[in-house]
């Protein structure tokens, strides 16, 4: 904040008219000169003149005014006042200008400074002591600027790096966010659309066999399983409006409402058995949850879309401080298909890594394919 006020354009005047009044006044405290003459004046209002420009050519007002101090001390001699304003000359350099040339520069001005106040003062006599003291005052202002420089440098530095990192955080929420959209809308409407597909298979290669024989019941299976997928779309595609917009349509699914999912699974002609062990506890988090319910959905996706299988079985258990979820099957996989390959199997070990948990795929030792997630119920740890 006192870094703006200094940088301010009327400060800049306001220390040219201080460096001119102290300029006239020093040589008459310290009764050098009678009276205040028109040449003091106009030396010095000559010499102040160039501080309203100091901070944009800090170098150029400090080979500017420095000769201008030496003319002073030799007519009237501001001593004071001229170790003064060169030591506001040199902080400025220190503190606006480019490093390695301000410091040289500024470094060379203060011996001369020190040493022509010293000459010029009546009688002309040079004491060490003296010339040390203003040296030091004149290289410490230096010192001070660049110091000043420094750390807002530092400062900047700082800033510039927390916002990168900020933006980087946003980018990677907002990547991690459509990810997850992505794996939802996979699922939903890979889930039905499979589901569907089964169906309208099976209800054509009957009507082929027997003509007419297609019965409404298989019909509206398909029609439901249609009607459950879009309900879930519209609810995971509300979460892209603003709360304002709209609300979700329904919760997120769990895996307490597994046995709705299985029953529409066994609509598109694949048996399921669910084998619950201890049950999962209410405090589970939702996300965990959640991600139980969509593995099993994506793993009983897989086995109507890849398997042979007419069974499956789904095993969802709390054990100690993890939920364990299984989905396996009982055939082979189907000719032509790339089971494992495609998005299912990323997806799923996708969901249970985000939670915190484990991920496994492959073949099973009945002959069919296995996929086992093991979730901390708590889920990831923060």
């Known amino acids: 904040m006192w870094r703006d006020v200094v940088h301010a354009p009327d400060a800049d005047s ?16 310290e009764h050098k000169i009678a009276h205040v003459t028109p040449v003091v ?26 000769p201008l101090l030496l003319v002073c001390l030799a007519v009237f001699h501001p001593n004071s006042a001229t170790v003064g304003v060169t030591m506001c000359l040199v902080f400025t350099v220190g503190m606006e200008g480019d490093r390695l040339r301000s410091l040289l520069v500024g470094g ?32 410490g202002s230096l010192a001070a600027g660049e110091a000043v420089r420094a750390r807002g440098a530092l400062t900047r530095a700082i800033a510039e790096d927390a916002a990168r990192e900020r933006i980087a955080q946003t980018q990677a929420q907002g990547y991690s966010e459509r990810l997850g959209l992505a794996n939802e809308v996979h699922d939903i409407v890979g889930h039905a659309l499979v589901a569907i597909q089964v169906q309208a298979s099976a209800a054509a290669h009957l ?15 398909i029609a439901a399983t249609a009607a459950e997928a879009l309900a879930d779309l519209r609810s995971t595609l509300t979460t892209l409006r603003t709360p304002a917009e709209s609300a979700p349509l329904h919760p997120a699914q769990d895996v ?7 029953n529409g699974v066994e609509a ?32 009983l996706t897989n086995v109507l879309r890849h398997s042979t299988a007419r069974f499956a079985r789904v095993r969802v258990e709390v054990d100690g401080a993890e939920m364990i979820v299984e989905v396996a099957d009982d055939g082979p996989q189907r000719a032509g298909g790339t089971a494992g390959s495609r998005r ?3 997806g799923m070990a996708e969901r249970a890594t985000a939670v915190g948990g484990v991920f496994e795929a492959g073949p099973d030792d009945r002959g069919g394919w296995l996929v086992r997630a093991r979730i901390p119920l708590a889920g990831r740890p923060r």
Do not use: C, K, W
């Not at 306001?14 to 405290?29: G, K, Y």
């Not at 004046?41 to 420095?66: D, E, F, I, Q």
């Not at 004491?127 to 290289?139: R, S």
């Not at 405090?283 to 969509?294: E, F, L, N």
């Open 14 to 29: 306001a220390l040219a008219l201080v460096a001119f009044l102290a300029l006239v006044v020093d040589p008459m405290t």
């Open 41 to 66: 004046v106009v030396l010095s209002a000559v010499t102040a003149l160039p501080l309203t420009a100091r901070r944009r050519h800090p170098l150029g007002v400090l080979a500017l005014v420095v």
């Open 108 to 139: 060379l001005m203060a011996p001369v400074v020190a040493s022509a106040v010293l000459l010029t003062s009546p009688g002309h006599r040079v004491e060490l002591l003296e010339f040390v003291a203003y040296l030091a005052l004149v290289l």
């Open 207 to 221: 009507q082929r066999r027997n003509p007419g024989t297609t019965s409404p019941e298989t019909m509206d299976g």
């Open 256 to 262: 307490t409402e597994l046995r709705q999912l299985l």
């Open 268 to 299: 598109a002609g694949l048996g399921v058995r669910l084998a619950v062990g201890a049950p999962v506890p209410d405090t589970v988090s939702p996300a965990v949850a959640h991600a139980g319910y969509r593995i099993v959905q994506e793993g």
């Open 344 to 346: 299912g199997i990323p």
